[in-house]
């Protein structure tokens, strides 16, 4: 329900880059909260987030889409689709970058893109704790060169430095108007969602080069018993090779998964959990647009192969 303050800016950003460049750690680093999942993987994120921020000046409705990459599946079709439809539905669009002066041709494929539009485009260079300071500026430089944007602000997501200069640079595009949201929302994700994807993140983390990126989970059951919280879920990859691996020996691995996942489910539930978790295999899963749609990503948003 929308509230009638006028004299508030309200409006959309879209979080855009190549994968692996830190937009989900940028945003949970804005709203406070963890709500997207990060790994050190590419393409982590799936599914066009929603996450709020209210302040004394206004909202901010973050949209975190996956990173544009080209895509070699249908899963990776629907990904990049998620992200380019976004740019035309928001009000100002943040386009993260590596803090380097290489701009490679997955960086200018989406210069192109951006050009196309009209949504006024910021660009976010993260990771500067990583590079010397004085060094930032050649990479300002060396975008400033390739496209005309209306603010360029480097950031440490990691480290949330430069995020209040960023959040000021995007009220400055934002219309007047009343918040979306209430003031207390932080999310439209449901709490299934999140809670299969804190389970996959875990799974991401700890099997690191073990298994593809080709795991989806899905949360069979979830029932409130008295203060305890049960949880079925079914962790989903492609091949009776990599079923071995996620479950480990004697069930290690996927106790560790558990484990791991079990506490921040805990703390966005805020009641205690039992976990169970489950490993099947689905063979090409990635390409059927009947699983797709069961594990959360809907067929229409799928784009035809480049």
């Known amino acids: 329900?929308?509230?009638?303050?006028?004299?508030?800016?309200?409006?959309?950003?879209?979080?855009?880059?190549?994968?692996?460049?830190?937009?989900?750690?940028?945003?949970?680093?804005?709203?406070?909260?963890?709500?997207?999942i990060t790994s050190n993987k590419p393409q982590t994120t799936r599914n066009r987030i929603r996450t709020v921020l209210t302040r004394q000046e206004g909202q901010i409705v973050f949209l975190d889409t996956p990173g544009i990459h080209k895509a070699k599946n249908k899963l990776g079709n629907y990904m990049v689709g998620v992200a380019e439809k976004t740019f035309d539905q928001v009000d100002v669009i943040l386009w993260l970058v590596e803090p380097s002066t290489y701009i490679g041709a997955g960086e200018r494929h989406i210069i192109e893109l951006l050009k196309k539009v009209k949504t006024p485009v910021i660009l976010v260079i993260?990771?500067?704790?990583?590079?010397?300071?004085?060094?930032?500026?050649?990479?300002?430089?060396?975008?400033?060169?390739?496209?005309?944007?209306?603010?360029?602000?480097?950031?440490?997501?990691?480290?949330?430095?430069?995020?209040?200069?960023?959040?000021?640079?995007?009220?400055?595009?934002?219309?007047?108007?009343?918040?979306?949201?209430?003031?207390?929302?932080?999310?439209?994700?449901?709490?299934?969602?999140?809670?299969?994807?804190?389970?996959?993140?875990?799974?991401?983390?700890?099997?690191?080069?073990?298994?593809?990126?080709?795991?989806?989970?899905?949360?069979?059951?979830?029932?409130?018993?008295?203060?305890?919280?049960?949880?079925?879920?079914?962790?989903?990859?492609?091949?009776?090779?990599?079923?071995?691996?996620?479950?480990?020996?004697?069930?290690?691995?996927?106790?560790?998964?558990?484990s791991a996942a079990r506490p921040e489910i805990e703390e966005l539930l805020e009641m205690q959990v039992n976990l169970k978790l489950w490993v099947k295999v689905k063979k090409d899963w990635r390409d059927s647009d009947f699983l797709l749609k069961n594990f959360g990503y809907d067929p229409k948003d799928i784009t035809a192969d480049e």
């Open 126 to 258: 993260n990771k500067t704790d990583t590079v010397k300071k004085e060094a930032v500026l050649t990479f300002i430089d060396a975008y400033r060169k390739e496209m005309d944007f209306q603010e360029i602000v480097p950031v440490s997501a990691l480290k949330g430095q430069g995020t209040d200069e960023l959040v000021s640079c995007i009220f400055q595009y934002l219309p007047y108007g009343p918040a979306f949201y209430d003031e207390d929302t932080v999310t439209d994700q449901p709490i299934r969602q999140i809670a299969a994807e804190l389970i996959r993140e875990k799974a991401l983390r700890l099997m690191q080069e073990e298994i593809p990126h080709g795991i989806a989970v899905s949360i069979e059951s979830m029932k409130e018993k008295g203060s305890v919280c049960h949880i079925e879920a079914t962790i989903v990859c492609e091949r009776e090779s990599h079923k071995g691996m996620i479950i480990g020996k004697g069930g290690m691995m996927l106790k560790k998964i558990g």
């Open 1 to 36: 329900m929308k509230k009638e303050n006028t004299s508030c800016k309200s409006g959309f950003a879209a979080l855009i880059g190549r994968p692996n460049v830190g937009k989900s750690t940028l945003m949970n680093q804005l709203i406070g909260q963890k709500i997207a």
